[in-house]
């Protein structure tokens, strides 16, 4: 099966970003506004402040105890830690996580990633 990532990503990034954007992929004026914007809204969730370490080293955690279950099988490590930053935004949004077992996060990560 041939997989075309790349293809889907540069098509993701023309198609509903108008071309490259973010703090990652631009410089100049337009870095300097996204970076004030992003910071401001991450202030705004939390990041930065105890709470937020706390969510995030419990997500941590329990990456850790699912990896811990695999005894030894290699593994790609983009799903499990796809899942792991996924229930750290779910939490701040939504106040829900996922299993990293879970078959509709599997569905949505594969289709990403």
């Known amino acids: 099966m041939i997989k075309l990532k790349p293809l889907k990503m540069f098509f993701l990034d023309i198609q509903f970003l108008d071309g490259f ?36 080293m419990h997500e941590v955690d329990i990456l850790i105890k699912h990896l811990t279950t695999l005894d030894s099988q290699p593994i790609g490590m983009t799903q499990p830690i796809a899942v792991c930053v996924g229930n750290i935004i779910n939490n701040m949004l939504f ?14 990560s594969n289709l990403i990633f």
């Open 21 to 56: 954007n973010g703090v990652v992929q631009i410089d100049g004026d337009k870095w300097r506004e996204q970076r004030r914007f992003s910071l401001h809204v991450l202030r705004d969730f939390g990041v930065g402040r105890a709470l937020m370490e706390d969510k995030i």
């Open 95 to 108: 106040g829900k996580t996922f299993e990293h077992v879970c078959l509709s996060v599997i569905f949505v």
